[in-house]
């Protein structure tokens, strides 16, 4: 059903001032002067039920095929036969579901403005030794820009002087920070955490990649087709059928208030009121497991997904790297080099830093007090523990400290992160690092299949060999990485075009313009921001395991609803046979439609349990 353009409040109105002017009218008719109660009754049918009709009529010049045609239509006949009752009941039932669906529904998705709003205005430009601010748009290619510590990357671009570790995962989706020294490029939207960098501009910023992310946002917001509700798809053969017994009441009997009471009681209460009833209790019951469905939409269209596409960092993985393994060399211990390495790094900020403590901690190793400690950001970290001097850091880091440097180099046998760890001038040992799997992911994806999901896809900004692996690791036969947000998208889109309904599930900025591309969009909140503003559906708890929770939920909300439509419908089509038959006058007719009602709301309650 569609819902008006108009603001929630009016409709919310127009259901309350409908049952004010029914309690009125019918408290003066049972005492007081029956035709002043028929007058206000009907001056009240004037005033809610005209904006009805005008708002169908409007819909219906402009293509729109919904479950309120039939109700327009009782209205109208009920100002042209003078039944105010019967027309006022219609009324109530029409625009009391659209007040519950739009109550449903929330708030609409900010994505594309939370994006704009994001986005750097400002940039640092160096000319001859000195730095002026400019707006982003000033920026020419070829500029040498100069971004500091906490500062977003403005455009693309080449670093030409400095060091520093830059975020990127919002972009790329990569969790490790890249060093960024000289001949390194970055992107726009990227995090400088800490150092001043130079970079010399190779795109405007209306060019570079995070302006192409708004773009792509926009693009997919725009070109997505309208949503066939539920509703409207059994109002597509319901509205001819109730109009065909119309006709044939009306040319056997010529009463025009036989077509009135088949067209209240054929009124779609069922698809107009059963359905918000049912996806509100879905979406409550969705809640409960902390899992915001954002609006009544995308719960009706997660119960026919056939598809899904993950993204890997973040989604199906944790999103941080940790330490994986502790290699020992040169007859020191493992425990020992762990402690000692998280000693020197527990004053470090460095995401990898933070990783060796809370390893260290979750092994139950003390961490002693350091002394002395110097660190060069993005290479490594020295200090005395103990009387004895601890560097962590790559092994370029530790070969420029000790050029003597004693001991066996113990390299990991894959190509993994890694940080190398000295001892009083000896290689001791190798910390690695990866970033873990979810413990719920290979059982989610199983999940998912016995729901009916034919495809499942993995894509990634990360390295193709690392996607695969993960992909392997938790069930998934199709991956492909190195991609960046253009990319995705494309791949969500072919999906689509192939017939698929595709659930799209990611966490960073740069899954937001595919989010948008799918049919259903749902957020890891771990990042929140744009990226939940994107979807259709946000997971609060961060737990892979309620992607396939929120599909089942919903399938079995749609299930409750169909239950409801067809019981409802039914009973309104045999109650239509008898209003030709001229056996129910109009204003029954309204009084058993809600009766119906009751009915199909009581089952449609279910959902929420």
């Excluded at 402690?339 to 809370?358: C, I, M, N, P, Q």
């Excluded at 089509?573 to 007719?589: C, D, E, N, R, S």
Aim: glycine content about 10%.
């Amino acid at each position: 059903m569609a819902m008006p353009d108009s603001p929630r409040r009016l409709w919310l109105v127009i259901p309350t001032l409908t049952l004010l002017i029914l309690a009125v009218g019918g408290g003066i008719a049972l005492f007081g002067d029956p035709a002043t109660a028929h007058r206000i009754l009907f001056a009240g049918l004037l005033v809610t039920g005209v904006p009805l009709i005008v708002r169908t009529a409007v819909g219906a010049v402009r293509g729109r095929f919904a479950a309120d045609i039939v109700a327009a239509l009782a209205v109208a006949t009920a100002i042209a036969l003078q039944q105010p009752i019967a027309g006022l009941v219609v009324v109530l039932m029409q625009t009391g579901g659209e007040a519950l669906e739009r109550y449903a529904e929330g708030r609409a998705s900010r994505a594309l403005r939370m994006l704009e709003d994001a986005a750097p205005r400002i940039a640092h430009r160096v000319r001859d030794g000195h730095t002026e601010d400019v707006t982003v748009d000033a920026v020419a290619v070829g500029d040498e820009l100069l971004v500091r510590p906490g500062e977003t990357v403005p455009c693309d671009g080449v670093v030409v002087d400095g060091h520093s570790h830059v975020d990127t995962s919002t972009i790329t989706g990569e969790p490790v920070p890249l060093s960024a020294v000289a001949g390194v490029e970055l992107l726009s939207g990227s995090f400088n955490q800490e150092g001043a960098i130079h970079i010399r501009a190779t795109a405007r910023a209306g060019e570079s990649q995070y302006a192409r992310i708004v773009e792509m946002v926009r693009t997919a917001q725009a070109s997505k087709a309208p949503l066939q509700r539920l509703a409207d798809r059994y109002a597509v053969w319901f509205t001819p059928l109730t109009l065909a017994v119309c006709v044939i009441a009306y040319l056997l009997t010529q009463d025009a208030t036989r077509i009135l009471s088949v067209l209240v009681v054929a009124t779609p209460c069922p698809l107009i009121i059963a359905t918000p009833v049912a996806i509100i209790g879905g979406i409550n019951r969705a809640a409960r497991s902390r899992i915001i469905v954002r609006h009544g939409g995308a719960l009706e269209q997660l119960a026919g997904v056939t598809a899904a596409v993950f993204d890997k960092t973040g989604t199906l993985t944790i999103g941080r790297p940790e330490v994986s393994d502790v290699v020992a060399v040169d007859g020191t211990d493992r425990e020992s080099v762990l402690a000692l390495a998280a000693a020197v790094e527990e004053r470090s900020g460095h995401l990898l830093a933070r990783s060796v403590v809370a390893a260290a901690r979750a092994r139950g190793l003390p961490i002693a007090g350091a002394e002395g400690i110097v660190e060069t950001p993005g290479r490594g970290v020295v200090g005395r523990v103990g009387g004895r001097e601890v560097a962590v850091g790559s092994r370029a880091y530790l070969q420029h400290r000790y050029p003597v440097l004693r001991g066996e180099w113990k390299l990991p046998p894959n190509p993994v992160l890694s940080a190398h760890v000295a001892i009083d001038g000896v290689h001791s040992g190798v910390i690695e690092f990866a970033d873990r799997v979810r413990t719920a992911a290979r059982e989610t994806i199983a999940h998912l299949r016995r729901e009916g999901i034919r495809r499942v896809i993995l894509l990634s900004g990360d390295d193709t060999p690392t996607t695969r692996a993960v992909a392997t690791a938790v069930g998934i036969d199709e991956a492909r990485g190195d991609l960046l947000p253009q990319d995705k998208v494309a791949a969500v889109t072919e999906l689509r075009r192939s017939g698929a309904q595709v659930v799209m599930v990611g966490d960073g900025t740069n899954d937001a313009p595919a989010l948008t591309a799918a049919t259903v969009g749902i957020a890891m909140a771990r990042h929140g921001g744009v990226t939940a503003e994107a979807a259709d559906a946000v997971l609060l708890s961060d737990d892979i395991a309620d992607v396939a929770r929120a599909i089942h939920i919903s399938k079995r909300t749609m299930r409750i609803a169909r239950q409801s439509i067809v019981a409802g419908l039914g009973a309104s089509a045999v109650a239509m046979v008898f209003a030709a038959l001229g056996m129910i006058p109009p204003t029954m007719g309204a009084l058993l439609q809600e009766g119906i009602d009751v009915a199909v709301i009581l089952n449609a309650l279910r959902a929420s349990r």
